[in-house]
């Protein structure tokens, strides 16, 4: 097996995982309101689930390892296709198509809270 055989059988796994632990929330990927209400949440409480995970809390766990998961293909994905491959998240979408939804849930969750910052920080 070549070496970027092996790329895309990890990534394929891991796209199966995430879509797993999306069944096991009964998130679906496919739904935006869905994913961006995760997005929000997961961001928002990072640090208790982090912590009741850590103390047993299986549905935190879930959520912390989605998001660990969203991050970890987001790396793989730069490392195989370069640091510019978000602007072409469609031709992703085929092979990688609750990875990609998450994804954009959370970098979207991401810059709104940016720019909620950029905000406040204007107004002080």
Known sequence: MFGGDIVFKVEHELELEIERKCLILQLDSNNALSVQSFAHDVLSHLDSYGHAAANGDMQARVKIELYGM????????????GPNYMTQLGALSERQSAWVNIARAIWNELERRSSMDEVRKSQQ
């Open 70 to 81: 969203a991050v970890l293909m987001h790396k793989s994905n730069s490392a195989t296709f």
